[in-house]
């Protein structure tokens, strides 16, 4: 009797949805632009200066990491970019001491 009562209490439980409501003073956020959105919907929940173009430093070497995880045999080697490639590269697309 009572594991089908545990059973039944857990099971109701998992179907309750739950919702996290958060006030937006009470964020602490420290970066100069953020988004966050619902990937199931799409609906955007907060937004701060989501629009603004920001250079995406972390991410890109993230990324660089991944990219040489999967693709390189030795981690010893040394990679050389030509003086042009480097070039190439725009600067930074925005100016942080605003």
């Known amino acids: 009797m009572k594991k ?3 059973f039944f209490i857990i099971f109701f439980l998992i179907l ?3 919702f996290v409501q958060a006030d937006e003073a009470e964020l602490n956020l ?23 173009k920001m250079y995406p430093a972390s991410t890109t ?4 990491a991944i990219i040489v995880l999967e693709n ?10 030509s ?3 480097v070039m190439d590269v ?4 925005c ?4």
């Not at 632009?33 to 989501?50: F, P």
């Not at 045999?73 to 040394?78: H, Y």
């Open 4 to 6: 089908t009562l545990l």
């Open 61 to 64: 070497k993230i990324l660089t």
């Open 16 to 18: 309750i949805p739950t």
């Open 95 to 98: 100016n942080y001491a605003n």
């Open 72 to 81: 390189c045999e030795n981690l010893q080697d040394t990679a050389v970019a």
């Open 83 to 85: 003086y042009q490639a």
């Open 30 to 52: 420290y970066a100069p632009s953020s988004i966050l959105i619902d990937s199931k919907t799409g609906k955007v929940l907060y937004e701060n200066n989501a629009n603004e």
């Open 90 to 93: 725009p600067s930074r697309l």
